[in-house]
Structure formats: structure tokens, C-alpha cells
């Protein structure tokens, strides 16, 4: 195999891998967005307060229980609290 052939293909391996990194990164980023977006619709485009970032943080750790309980516990409605945990992970 040729040097200039066997350096393309480490280039374009690193490249492909590279950009898959970049491109899975914000993916966990968006899902706590979705669960903020899911409960801050519910307030019908009020802010969602710090307590419910939080719940959202832990809904993406897999915690579902504990994130329905947090945003249940900021008034949250039970049923926007289980959507928005389940898009959280």
C-alpha cells in the first residue's frame, strides 16, 4: 500500500471519528433542553425556575423516580413531569 493512500485513510478515519465525537456531545445537552422546554410549555412560555433545571439534570442521570418527584415538588403537573423526565435520558 502506498505511504500518500495509508495516510488518507488515517486521515479520514480520524476525521469520521472525530466528528461522530462532536456530533454525539450535544445530544445529552438537548435532552435536558427537551425536558426544560416539555415543563416551561406547561407555563406556557414562563421560565422554568432553577428547581426544575435541576430535576432535569437528574432525569438525564436515568433517575426517572427522582426527577418525576423534584418537578412534581415545583408544582409541576404529574403527567408534564413523567413526559419530561422521560425525554430526559
Do not use: F, K, W
Not at 2 to 28: D, M
Not at 58 to 86: E, K, P, W, Y
Amino acid at each position: 500500500m502506498r505511504t500518500s493512500t495509508r495516510i488518507a485513510g488515517v486521515l479520514t478515519g480520524l476525521t469520521l471519528a472525530l466528528g461522530g465525537a462532536a456530533l454525539t456531545a450535544p445530544a445529552a445537552h438537548a435532552d435536558v433542553t427537551a425536558c426544560i422546554n416539555q415543563v416551561e410549555r406547561e407555563l406556557r412560555g414562563g421560565e422554568a425556575p432553577g428547581a426544575v433545571r435541576t430535576a432535569c439534570y437528574v432525569g438525564q442521570t436515568g433517575d426517572h423516580d427522582r426527577c418525576v418527584t423534584a418537578l412534581t415538588a415545583s408544582s409541576v403537573t404529574n403527567g408534564t413531569a413523567v413526559t419530561a423526565c422521560r425525554v430526559a435520558p
